[in-house]
């Protein structure tokens, strides 16, 4: 019978490694660690666990890290994975099946990305689906983004991991003419939800290597892309986001949606309306990819009050993102604005309780109320936002519009709530001596 190896790279894993290695125990028959300078007791615990683990000088390289853990393993298979993933428990019984398939040299797993936003951005957001997984570790997340990458391989000395960042074994197998299938299986992957200091610096590392990438390759239009979705995704570098999607484009027109999709974000963001459909008009997609494309181009029009074609745009990407409440959330108050009051309203009111955790679709039906002079139903919305995302800004958005209606008792009640959270924020406090004034002058009459 086949063997199995497990092949990983840690360092300060020690709060997440228990249940990754625990997701593989009963199918791997031997595991072995690259401890690439921990500090919080990493390299015991696995030892603990079973794992043979040996130091690795870290060198802004993961591919040559994959590689030493992947080659110190003697097994006949190898899986890779992180401390911060786990397999799904459906493996334990698949997996011994894949690898008497004598046909095969390497599988495709999922790799699901969990997401604390409800929403993703730039290429990859029509991939993001709503969280509905009962994992704990997940609980969470508020949505995530499946991926496809090779975990699980023959090992050959000529099938190695290929790229500093974003590593790929793919190429590798590829050019021997080798085999490779999806595995129907998936890894659970949670490392992006973690805090905003902490993605912030990955953010930052992730930003040298993928530079010192470009750097070994520089006619890669993929390190490009990684490049760019870093820089502009996550660093909000607009003008070097730019640079490297139009690279990548250069080198490789036909080759992907997603730099055409970032690129067409990126410039929404910094209201290049016309350049974005300029961008996206150049291009055909299809599936999901197609359904984003319309959507971006929605979002174009809308801001360039062109209302009519932004409705069709919406409508063309709902007919290809059904269940996505972006769209229909947007397409909702579109509607509304076009004077389309009961269709827009129905539509915003459906992406909310269909996704009651994501802040713009409460801001939207904010908007939409506003704009129909419903204030009762916009202050009533306002407060719910409020509430479930509390932040001086909303918590004065809803005093606001109460004080509109000359409810100062409401305004007040609001606004003490709001003091509670935030009792040093100054425009709350002045909006309070607003209202008590204007509170103490109707009790005078």
């Given at each position: 019978?086949?063997?199995?190896?497990?092949?990983?790279?840690?360092?300060?894993?020690?709060?997440?490694?228990?249940?990754?290695?625990?997701?593989?125990?009963?199918?791997?028959?031997?595991?072995?660690?690259?401890?690439?300078?921990?500090?919080?007791?990493?390299?015991?615990?696995?030892?603990?666990?079973?794992?043979?683990?040996?130091?690795?000088?870290?060198?802004?390289?993961?591919?040559?890290?994959?590689?030493?853990?992947?080659?110190?393993?003697?097994?006949?298979?190898?899986l890779v994975m992180d401390d911060d993933e786990e397999l799904e428990p459906q493996a334990r019984d698949k997996?011994?099946?894949?690898?008497?398939?004598?046909?095969?040299?390497?599988?495709?797993?999922?790799?699901?990305?969990?997401?604390?936003?409800?929403?993703?951005?730039?290429?990859?957001?029509?991939?993001?689906?709503?969280?509905?997984?009962?994992?704990?570790?997940?609980?969470?997340?508020?949505?995530?983004?499946?991926?496809?990458?090779?975990?699980?391989?023959?090992?050959?000395?000529?099938?190695?991991?290929?790229?500093?960042?974003?590593?790929?074994?793919?190429?590798?197998?590829?050019?021997?003419?080798?085999?490779?299938?999806?595995?129907?299986?998936?890894?659970?992957?949670?490392?992006?939800?973690?805090?905003?200091?902490?993605?912030?610096?990955?953010?930052?590392?992730?930003?040298?290597?993928?530079?010192?990438?470009?750097?070994?390759?520089?006619n890669d239009p993929q390190a490009w892309i990684e490049v760019g979705q870093v820089e502009y995704e996550q660093?909000?570098?607009?003008?070097?986001?730019?640079?490297?999607?139009?690279?990548?484009?250069?080198?490789?027109?036909?080759?992907?949606?997603?730099?055409?999709?970032?690129?067409?974000?990126?410039?929404?963001?910094?209201?290049?309306?016309?350049?974005?459909?300029?961008?996206?008009?150049?291009?055909?997609?299809?599936?999901?990819?197609?359904?984003?494309?319309?959507?971006?181009?929605?979002?174009?029009?809308?801001?360039?009050?062109?209302?009519?074609?932004?409705?069709?745009?919406?409508?063309?990407?709902?007919?290809?993102?059904?269940?996505?409440?972006?769209?229909?959330?947007?397409?909702?108050?579109?509607?509304?604005?076009?004077?389309?009051?009961?269709?827009?309203?129905?539509?915003?009111?459906?992406?909310?309780?269909?996704?009651?955790?994501?802040?713009?679709?409460?801001?939207?039906?904010?908007?939409?109320?506003?704009?129909?002079?419903?204030?009762?139903?916009?202050?009533?919305?306002?407060?719910?936002?409020?509430?479930?995302?509390?932040?001086?800004?909303?918590?004065?958005?809803?005093?606001?519009?109460?004080?509109?209606?000359?409810?100062?008792?409401?305004?007040?009640?609001?606004?003490?709530?709001?003091?509670?959270?935030?009792?040093?924020?100054?425009?709350?406090?002045?909006?309070?001596?607003?209202?008590?004034?204007?509170?103490?002058?109707?009790?005078?009459?």
């Open positions: 019978m086949p063997t199995l190896g497990l092949a990983m790279i840690v360092k300060n894993g020690a709060k997440t490694l228990r249940d990754c290695i625990s997701s593989v125990a009963e199918v791997t028959d031997q595991i072995v660690i690259a401890d690439t300078g921990s500090s919080d007791g990493t390299p015991q615990l696995a030892r603990d666990l079973g794992a043979e683990v040996f130091d690795l000088p870290w060198q802004d390289d993961f591919a040559q890290a994959r590689n030493a853990a992947a080659g110190a393993l003697t097994t006949d298979w190898v997996i011994p099946t894949l690898l008497d398939n004598a046909r095969v040299s390497g599988y495709y797993f999922t790799q699901r990305n969990y997401l604390a936003s409800g929403f993703g951005s730039g290429g990859h957001a029509h991939r993001v689906k709503p969280n509905d997984s009962t994992i704990p570790r997940a609980a969470r997340a508020q949505a995530y983004i499946d991926l496809a990458s090779c975990r699980l391989f023959r090992r050959h000395p000529e099938v190695y991991y290929v790229g500093r960042v974003h590593e790929l074994v793919e190429p590798r197998i590829h050019a021997l003419g080798q085999e490779l299938e999806h595995a129907g299986l998936v890894i659970h992957h949670f490392g992006i939800l973690c805090s905003a200091e902490e993605r912030r610096a990955k953010d930052e590392y992730y930003r040298k290597l993928g530079w010192l990438k470009i750097k070994d390759a520089p660093l909000k570098n607009y003008s070097v986001g730019i640079e490297c999607f139009q690279k990548a484009l250069a080198l490789s027109p036909e080759r992907s949606p997603v730099p055409y999709l970032s690129l067409g974000n990126l410039y929404l963001e910094i209201h290049a309306y016309d350049r974005a459909l300029e961008l996206l008009s150049s291009v055909t997609m299809f599936g999901r990819a197609a359904g984003e494309k319309e959507h971006i181009s929605g979002d174009a029009l809308y801001n360039l009050g062109r209302l009519k074609e932004a409705r069709s745009a919406y409508l063309r990407s709902l007919a290809l993102l059904a269940e996505d409440t972006r769209v229909l959330s947007k397409l909702g108050l579109t509607e509304v604005r076009m004077g389309l009051k009961k269709n827009g309203l129905a539509r915003l009111t459906r992406a909310l309780r269909a996704n009651p955790d994501e802040f713009q679709l409460h801001d939207r039906i904010i908007k939409a109320y506003l704009l129909l002079d419903l204030m009762p139903q916009a202050a009533e919305a306002a407060e719910r936002l409020a509430s479930g995302f509390p932040t001086p800004a909303a918590v004065l958005r809803a005093a606001s519009i109460h004080a509109q209606m000359k409810q100062w008792e409401a305004a007040h009640e609001v606004i003490v709530r709001g003091l509670q959270l935030f009792p040093q924020n100054q425009k709350l406090l002045q909006f309070k001596t607003e209202v008590d004034q204007e509170t103490n002058q109707l009790a005078q009459t």
